[in-house]
Protein backbone atom coordinates (compact mmCIF):
# COMPACT_ATOMS: atom_id res chain seq x y z
CA UNK A 1 0.00 0.00 0.00
CA UNK A 2 2.77 1.88 0.73
CA UNK A 3 4.16 1.79 -2.94
CA UNK A 4 0.84 2.19 -4.49
CA UNK A 5 0.49 5.62 -2.49
CA UNK A 6 4.39 6.43 -3.54
CA UNK A 7 2.80 5.81 -7.14
CA UNK A 8 -0.50 8.12 -6.96
CA UNK A 9 1.82 11.17 -5.33
CA UNK A 10 5.05 11.03 -7.52
CA UNK A 11 2.50 10.15 -11.14
CA UNK A 12 0.54 13.20 -9.78
CA UNK A 13 3.38 15.30 -9.60
CA UNK A 14 5.67 13.98 -12.85
CA UNK A 15 2.62 14.23 -15.12
CA UNK A 16 2.00 17.98 -13.37
CA UNK A 17 5.75 18.97 -13.85
CA UNK A 18 5.47 17.64 -17.12
CA UNK A 19 2.67 19.84 -18.39
CA UNK A 20 4.15 22.77 -17.01
CA UNK A 21 7.47 22.39 -18.60
CA UNK A 22 5.93 21.84 -22.00
CA UNK A 23 3.44 24.75 -20.99
CA UNK A 24 6.59 27.41 -20.21
CA UNK A 25 8.40 26.79 -23.80
CA UNK A 26 5.12 27.80 -25.72
CA UNK A 27 4.71 24.24 -26.93
CA UNK A 28 1.33 22.48 -27.28
CA UNK A 29 0.76 19.45 -24.90
CA UNK A 30 0.28 16.33 -26.86
CA UNK A 31 -1.78 13.83 -25.46
CA UNK A 32 -4.73 11.58 -26.28
CA UNK A 33 -8.25 13.29 -26.15
CA UNK A 34 -8.83 10.34 -23.34
CA UNK A 35 -7.89 7.88 -21.40
CA UNK A 36 -8.51 5.04 -24.52
CA UNK A 37 -6.36 6.78 -26.40
CA UNK A 38 -3.07 4.78 -24.79
CA UNK A 39 -3.04 1.56 -26.80
CA UNK A 40 -1.26 -1.45 -26.36
CA UNK A 41 1.42 -2.07 -23.60
CA UNK A 42 0.90 1.68 -22.59
CA UNK A 43 -2.50 1.44 -21.60
CA UNK A 44 -2.29 1.35 -17.59
CA UNK A 45 0.60 3.95 -17.81
CA UNK A 46 -1.27 5.93 -20.13
CA UNK A 47 -4.64 5.85 -18.09
CA UNK A 48 -2.19 6.91 -14.87
CA UNK A 49 -0.93 9.84 -16.37
CA UNK A 50 -4.24 10.78 -18.31
CA UNK A 51 -5.25 10.96 -14.96
CA UNK A 52 -2.66 12.84 -12.98
CA UNK A 53 -2.36 15.59 -16.00
CA UNK A 54 -5.88 16.75 -16.95
CA UNK A 55 -7.58 16.01 -13.31
CA UNK A 56 -10.93 15.85 -12.50
CA UNK A 57 -13.36 18.27 -11.35
CA UNK A 58 -13.27 19.15 -7.65
CA UNK A 59 -15.48 17.58 -4.51
CA UNK A 60 -18.14 20.45 -5.55
CA UNK A 61 -17.87 20.12 -9.56
CA UNK A 62 -16.39 23.89 -9.96
CA UNK A 63 -14.85 24.68 -13.21
CA UNK A 64 -11.69 23.76 -14.43
CA UNK A 65 -8.80 26.12 -13.11
CA UNK A 66 -5.67 27.45 -14.86
CA UNK A 67 -2.25 27.67 -14.47
CA UNK A 68 0.23 29.91 -14.14
CA UNK A 69 2.89 28.98 -17.32
CA UNK A 70 0.23 26.81 -19.04
CA UNK A 71 0.27 27.15 -22.94
CA UNK A 72 -2.28 29.31 -24.92
CA UNK A 73 -5.33 27.81 -24.46
CA UNK A 74 -4.53 24.96 -22.76
CA UNK A 75 -6.97 25.13 -19.35
CA UNK A 76 -6.68 22.17 -17.57
CA UNK A 77 -8.30 21.23 -14.36
CA UNK A 78 -6.88 21.47 -11.22
CA UNK A 79 -5.97 17.51 -10.48
CA UNK A 80 -7.17 16.02 -7.70
CA UNK A 81 -5.24 13.37 -5.56
CA UNK A 82 -5.22 10.02 -7.43
CA UNK A 83 -6.99 7.58 -5.58
CA UNK A 84 -6.37 3.66 -5.56
CA UNK A 85 -8.98 2.96 -8.06
CA UNK A 86 -7.31 4.43 -10.44
CA UNK A 87 -4.55 1.82 -10.73
CA UNK A 88 -6.64 -0.88 -10.83
CA UNK A 89 -5.90 -0.97 -14.23
CA UNK A 90 -2.41 -2.40 -14.50
CA UNK A 91 0.13 -0.61 -11.97
CA UNK A 92 -2.05 -2.08 -9.13
CA UNK A 93 -1.73 -5.89 -10.01
CA UNK A 94 1.77 -5.32 -10.75
CA UNK A 95 2.60 -4.52 -7.36
CA UNK A 96 0.61 -6.57 -5.34
CA UNK A 97 1.25 -9.89 -7.66
CA UNK A 98 4.96 -9.78 -5.86
CA UNK A 99 3.39 -10.11 -2.20
CA UNK A 100 2.89 -13.54 -0.30
CA UNK A 101 -0.48 -14.86 1.52
CA UNK A 102 -0.28 -13.10 4.69
CA UNK A 103 0.84 -9.49 2.92
CA UNK A 104 -2.60 -10.09 0.53
CA UNK A 105 -4.39 -11.12 3.91
CA UNK A 106 -3.67 -7.64 5.37
CA UNK A 107 -3.82 -5.98 1.76
CA UNK A 108 -7.35 -7.13 1.64
CA UNK A 109 -8.74 -5.94 5.19
CA UNK A 110 -7.81 -2.47 3.73
CA UNK A 111 -10.91 -1.49 2.26
CA UNK A 112 -13.16 -3.29 0.11
CA UNK A 113 -12.26 -2.23 -3.04
CA UNK A 114 -8.56 -4.27 -2.60
CA UNK A 115 -10.35 -7.71 -1.18
CA UNK A 116 -12.35 -7.26 -4.48
CA UNK A 117 -9.28 -6.41 -6.93
CA UNK A 118 -7.58 -9.47 -4.85
CA UNK A 119 -9.66 -12.21 -5.37
CA UNK A 120 -10.55 -11.17 -9.01
CA UNK A 121 -10.09 -13.03 -11.92
CA UNK A 122 -6.93 -12.68 -13.18
CA UNK A 123 -6.17 -11.13 -9.84
CA UNK A 124 -3.04 -11.83 -7.02
CA UNK A 125 -4.80 -14.73 -5.57
CA UNK A 126 -5.07 -16.46 -8.34
CA UNK A 127 -1.62 -15.52 -9.51
CA UNK A 128 0.04 -16.81 -6.19
CA UNK A 129 -2.91 -20.00 -6.16
CA UNK A 130 -1.16 -20.83 -9.24
CA UNK A 131 2.79 -20.31 -8.75
CA UNK A 132 2.32 -22.01 -5.03
CA UNK A 133 -0.11 -25.47 -6.24
CA UNK A 134 1.60 -26.10 -10.10
CA UNK A 135 0.85 -29.55 -10.57
CA UNK A 136 -1.39 -30.44 -7.88
CA UNK A 137 -4.77 -31.54 -7.71
CA UNK A 138 -7.24 -32.50 -4.96
CA UNK A 139 -8.93 -35.48 -4.71
CA UNK A 140 -12.47 -35.07 -5.87
CA UNK A 141 -11.48 -31.56 -7.93
CA UNK A 142 -9.00 -30.85 -10.03
CA UNK A 143 -5.71 -28.23 -10.41
CA UNK A 144 -5.95 -24.98 -8.86
CA UNK A 145 -7.23 -23.15 -12.00
CA UNK A 146 -10.08 -25.35 -13.54
CA UNK A 147 -9.68 -23.27 -16.70
CA UNK A 148 -6.70 -24.68 -17.71
CA UNK A 149 -7.64 -28.28 -17.68
CA UNK A 150 -10.82 -27.78 -19.43
CA UNK A 151 -8.64 -26.39 -22.16
CA UNK A 152 -5.74 -28.94 -22.17
CA UNK A 153 -8.30 -31.62 -22.39
CA UNK A 154 -10.15 -29.80 -24.75
CA UNK A 155 -7.35 -29.22 -26.98
CA UNK A 156 -5.86 -32.88 -26.91
CA UNK A 157 -9.90 -33.81 -27.77
CA UNK A 158 -10.65 -31.34 -30.11
CA UNK A 159 -13.83 -30.46 -28.66
CA UNK A 160 -14.47 -27.72 -30.05
CA UNK A 161 -14.86 -24.00 -28.04
CA UNK A 162 -14.44 -24.04 -24.60
CA UNK A 163 -17.42 -22.75 -21.78
CA UNK A 164 -16.83 -19.22 -20.84
CA UNK A 165 -15.31 -19.68 -17.43
CA UNK A 166 -17.51 -18.91 -14.45
CA UNK A 167 -17.05 -16.13 -11.68
CA UNK A 168 -14.62 -17.86 -9.38
CA UNK A 169 -13.47 -16.12 -5.71
CA UNK A 170 -9.35 -16.67 -5.81
CA UNK A 171 -9.05 -16.04 -2.44
CA UNK A 172 -11.53 -19.19 -0.83
CA UNK A 173 -9.70 -21.29 -3.68
CA UNK A 174 -6.75 -20.75 -2.48
CA UNK A 175 -7.60 -21.15 1.44
CA UNK A 176 -9.12 -24.60 0.03
CA UNK A 177 -6.29 -25.17 -1.84
CA UNK A 178 -3.75 -24.23 1.19
CA UNK A 179 -5.71 -26.35 3.93
CA UNK A 180 -6.72 -29.46 2.23
CA UNK A 181 -3.45 -30.44 0.48
CA UNK A 182 -2.12 -31.09 3.68
CA UNK A 183 -4.77 -33.61 4.48
CA UNK A 184 -4.97 -37.21 4.02
CA UNK A 185 -8.38 -39.44 2.76
CA UNK A 186 -10.81 -41.46 4.76
CA UNK A 187 -10.43 -43.18 7.58
CA UNK A 188 -7.99 -40.70 8.33
CA UNK A 189 -9.12 -36.75 9.05
CA UNK A 190 -7.26 -34.11 8.73
CA UNK A 191 -3.39 -33.71 8.11
CA UNK A 192 -2.43 -35.74 11.30
CA UNK A 193 -2.42 -39.12 11.95
CA UNK A 194 -2.37 -40.66 15.70
CA UNK A 195 -3.27 -44.51 15.47
CA UNK A 196 -3.45 -47.13 12.87
CA UNK A 197 -5.97 -49.54 13.29
CA UNK A 198 -4.76 -52.48 11.01
CA UNK A 199 -1.67 -54.09 9.70
CA UNK A 200 -0.43 -52.76 6.18
CA UNK A 201 -2.55 -49.43 6.44
CA UNK A 202 -1.68 -47.26 3.95
CA UNK A 203 -2.86 -43.76 4.59
CA UNK A 204 -3.14 -41.65 1.08
CA UNK A 205 -2.97 -37.70 0.34
CA UNK A 206 -5.67 -35.70 -0.45
CA UNK A 207 -3.38 -34.11 -3.11
CA UNK A 208 -2.49 -35.71 -6.58
CA UNK A 209 0.65 -34.99 -8.69
CA UNK A 210 0.08 -34.01 -12.39
CA UNK A 211 3.14 -35.65 -13.86
CA UNK A 212 2.14 -33.83 -17.47
CA UNK A 213 2.12 -30.71 -15.69
CA UNK A 214 5.36 -31.55 -14.05
CA UNK A 215 7.45 -33.06 -16.90
CA UNK A 216 10.72 -33.33 -17.62
CA UNK A 217 10.28 -29.92 -19.42
CA UNK A 218 8.42 -28.02 -16.69
CA UNK A 219 11.07 -26.18 -14.21
CA UNK A 220 8.57 -26.46 -11.07
CA UNK A 221 8.75 -29.09 -8.78
CA UNK A 222 6.36 -30.52 -5.83
CA UNK A 223 7.81 -30.90 -2.31
CA UNK A 224 6.06 -32.99 0.32
CA UNK A 225 7.27 -33.28 4.01
CA UNK A 226 5.84 -35.53 6.81
CA UNK A 227 6.85 -35.12 10.65
CA UNK A 228 7.76 -38.53 12.68
CA UNK A 229 6.63 -38.03 15.98
CA UNK A 230 6.01 -41.21 17.35
CA UNK A 231 6.45 -44.42 15.50
CA UNK A 232 6.46 -47.99 17.32
CA UNK A 233 6.92 -50.40 14.17
CA UNK A 234 7.42 -48.97 10.89
CA UNK A 235 6.50 -46.17 8.40
CA UNK A 236 7.44 -45.87 4.81
CA UNK A 237 6.82 -42.92 2.26
CA UNK A 238 5.46 -43.84 -1.19
CA UNK A 239 4.22 -42.98 -4.88
CA UNK A 240 1.65 -44.85 -6.47
CA UNK A 241 0.21 -44.56 -9.80
CA UNK A 242 -3.17 -46.26 -8.63
CA UNK A 243 -5.49 -43.26 -10.12
CA UNK A 244 -5.33 -44.09 -13.29
CA UNK A 245 -5.27 -47.99 -12.71
CA UNK A 246 -1.75 -48.79 -12.83
CA UNK A 247 -0.43 -50.94 -10.19
CA UNK A 248 3.38 -49.78 -9.40
CA UNK A 249 4.73 -47.74 -6.66
CA UNK A 250 7.95 -46.30 -4.88
CA UNK A 251 8.53 -46.40 -1.94
CA UNK A 252 11.29 -44.81 0.78
CA UNK A 253 12.14 -46.31 4.07
CA UNK A 254 13.71 -43.83 5.83
CA UNK A 255 15.20 -45.96 8.71
CA UNK A 256 17.15 -48.23 6.05
CA UNK A 257 17.65 -45.84 3.16
CA UNK A 258 16.27 -48.29 0.41
CA UNK A 259 14.27 -47.14 -2.32
CA UNK A 260 11.65 -49.68 -3.57
CA UNK A 261 10.25 -50.17 -6.93
CA UNK A 262 7.39 -52.76 -7.35
CA UNK A 263 4.70 -53.75 -9.79
CA UNK A 264 2.08 -56.28 -8.52
CA UNK A 265 1.59 -58.65 -11.69
CA UNK A 266 -0.96 -61.07 -10.03
CA UNK A 267 -3.61 -60.26 -7.06
CA UNK A 268 -4.06 -64.09 -5.74
CA UNK A 269 -2.03 -65.54 -5.04
CA UNK A 270 -0.16 -62.70 -4.68
CA UNK A 271 2.98 -62.03 -6.89
CA UNK A 272 5.09 -58.77 -7.28
CA UNK A 273 8.31 -58.17 -9.08
CA UNK A 274 9.97 -55.27 -7.71
CA UNK A 275 13.77 -53.96 -7.62
CA UNK A 276 15.74 -51.62 -4.94
CA UNK A 277 18.61 -49.30 -3.99
CA UNK A 278 20.18 -48.33 -1.15
CA UNK A 279 21.63 -44.31 -1.41
CA UNK A 280 21.45 -43.74 2.47
CA UNK A 281 22.59 -45.89 5.25
CA UNK A 282 20.70 -47.67 7.98
CA UNK A 283 20.21 -45.78 11.10
CA UNK A 284 18.20 -47.47 12.86
CA UNK A 285 18.16 -51.06 13.94
CA UNK A 286 14.90 -52.57 16.03
CA UNK A 287 13.70 -49.14 16.66
CA UNK A 288 11.13 -46.94 14.36
CA UNK A 289 12.58 -43.73 12.29
CA UNK A 290 11.25 -40.97 13.97
CA UNK A 291 12.35 -37.19 12.58
CA UNK A 292 10.98 -36.00 9.07
CA UNK A 293 10.82 -37.82 5.63
CA UNK A 294 10.23 -35.83 2.57
CA UNK A 295 9.87 -36.85 -1.59
CA UNK A 296 10.41 -34.34 -4.27
CA UNK A 297 9.27 -34.35 -7.75
CA UNK A 298 11.00 -32.13 -10.54
CA UNK A 299 11.56 -32.60 -14.19
CA UNK A 300 9.57 -35.92 -14.53
CA UNK A 301 12.28 -37.45 -11.29
CA UNK A 302 11.88 -38.65 -8.11
CA UNK A 303 13.94 -37.62 -4.74
CA UNK A 304 13.68 -38.65 -1.41
CA UNK A 305 14.98 -36.91 2.01
CA UNK A 306 15.24 -37.90 5.65
CA UNK A 307 16.13 -35.91 8.77
CA UNK A 308 16.42 -38.18 12.02
CA UNK A 309 15.69 -37.22 15.38
CA UNK A 310 16.65 -39.42 18.64
CA UNK A 311 15.20 -39.00 21.06
CA UNK A 312 15.77 -37.37 24.65
CA UNK A 313 16.43 -40.12 27.28
CA UNK A 314 17.27 -39.95 30.88
CA UNK A 315 20.81 -40.34 30.03
CA UNK A 316 20.97 -37.92 26.94
CA UNK A 317 19.71 -35.00 25.45
CA UNK A 318 17.40 -34.87 21.86
CA UNK A 319 19.83 -35.57 18.67
CA UNK A 320 18.38 -34.04 15.51
CA UNK A 321 20.45 -34.68 12.38
CA UNK A 322 21.02 -33.24 9.31
CA UNK A 323 19.32 -33.58 5.83
CA UNK A 324 19.81 -36.23 3.52
CA UNK A 325 18.89 -37.10 0.46
CA UNK A 326 19.00 -40.12 -1.98
CA UNK A 327 19.43 -37.35 -5.31
CA UNK A 328 17.13 -37.85 -8.11
CA UNK A 329 16.68 -41.76 -7.79
CA UNK A 330 14.16 -42.84 -10.36
CA UNK A 331 12.41 -40.89 -13.23
CA UNK A 332 8.30 -42.05 -14.45
CA UNK A 333 8.94 -44.37 -16.47
CA UNK A 334 7.32 -47.06 -14.31
CA UNK A 335 3.90 -45.04 -13.93
CA UNK A 336 0.92 -45.61 -15.95
CA UNK A 337 -1.61 -42.21 -16.39
CA UNK A 338 -0.72 -38.62 -15.21
CA UNK A 339 -1.88 -38.95 -11.44
CA UNK A 340 0.48 -40.44 -9.20
CA UNK A 341 -0.71 -40.17 -5.19
CA UNK A 342 1.67 -39.78 -2.17
CA UNK A 343 0.83 -41.99 0.93
CA UNK A 344 2.26 -43.39 3.96
CA UNK A 345 2.82 -47.04 4.27
CA UNK A 346 2.24 -49.04 7.78
CA UNK A 347 3.55 -52.44 8.16
CA UNK A 348 1.63 -52.88 11.65
CA UNK A 349 -1.33 -51.01 14.11
CA UNK A 350 -0.10 -48.85 16.66
CA UNK A 351 -0.47 -45.57 18.20
CA UNK A 352 1.76 -43.64 15.54
CA UNK A 353 1.80 -39.55 15.50
CA UNK A 354 3.16 -38.23 12.16
CA UNK A 355 1.58 -35.12 10.26
CA UNK A 356 2.19 -33.19 6.98
CA UNK A 357 4.15 -30.07 7.95
CA UNK A 358 5.02 -29.07 3.80
CA UNK A 359 3.94 -29.26 0.42
CA UNK A 360 4.80 -26.97 -1.67
CA UNK A 361 7.70 -26.17 -4.18
CA UNK A 362 11.21 -25.95 -2.46
CA UNK A 363 13.26 -29.16 -1.34
CA UNK A 364 15.14 -28.59 2.51
CA UNK A 365 18.12 -28.66 0.48
CA UNK A 366 19.18 -27.86 -3.24
CA UNK A 367 19.27 -30.04 -5.44
CA UNK A 368 23.33 -30.68 -6.57
CA UNK A 369 22.19 -32.35 -10.21
CA UNK A 370 18.84 -32.24 -12.19
CA UNK A 371 20.12 -35.94 -13.69
CA UNK A 372 19.38 -39.02 -12.43
CA UNK A 373 21.98 -40.15 -9.98
CA UNK A 374 21.61 -44.47 -10.65
CA UNK A 375 21.42 -46.33 -13.68
CA UNK A 376 18.89 -49.10 -13.80
CA UNK A 377 21.57 -51.54 -13.88
CA UNK A 378 22.42 -50.93 -10.45
CA UNK A 379 19.15 -51.91 -9.27
CA UNK A 380 18.60 -55.05 -7.44
CA UNK A 381 16.23 -57.38 -7.81
CA UNK A 382 13.13 -58.07 -5.38
CA UNK A 383 10.71 -60.38 -6.84
CA UNK A 384 7.94 -62.28 -3.78
CA UNK A 385 5.67 -64.83 -5.06
CA UNK A 386 2.64 -65.76 -2.47
CA UNK A 387 2.28 -68.77 -4.17
CA UNK A 388 6.29 -70.18 -4.07
CA UNK A 389 6.01 -69.32 -0.63
CA UNK A 390 3.80 -70.95 0.09
CA UNK A 391 4.68 -74.16 -1.71
CA UNK A 392 8.42 -73.94 0.62
CA UNK A 393 6.38 -73.36 3.80
CA UNK A 394 4.73 -77.04 3.09
Avoid at 131 to 156: H, K, N, Q, W, Y
Wanted: with cysteine.
Amino acid sequence: LAALKFMCDTGTAFAGAMAMDVGAQGLPLQQPASADGYKGAFNAIGRLFHACSTGWPGPEGGPEQAFEGAAPGMQPSAPRKLELADLSDGPYFNIVELLGSEDLNQCDMACRLTRDLNRSNGGPWWALGKRDFVGLELDGDTIFDPSEEVAAVAARAAAGPLRKMVRVDWKSRYTRFHHEVKMFRTPFVGSEITAVQQADEIAYCRHKLRTDLLSADAPAGIYLEVQVHANPDNVSLAVVDFEAGGCSSVTFSPDTGAVIRERKVREAPRKVEGTYIQPLSTITTGQGFEGSMGLYLQGGKLAFFRKHVERATEDKPEVVGHWESTGFVTDLSWAEGARLTPCLAFRDIGNYHLCTTRVDTEPPVKMLSNKLDFEDNVWRSLDWDAGEQDDMDM
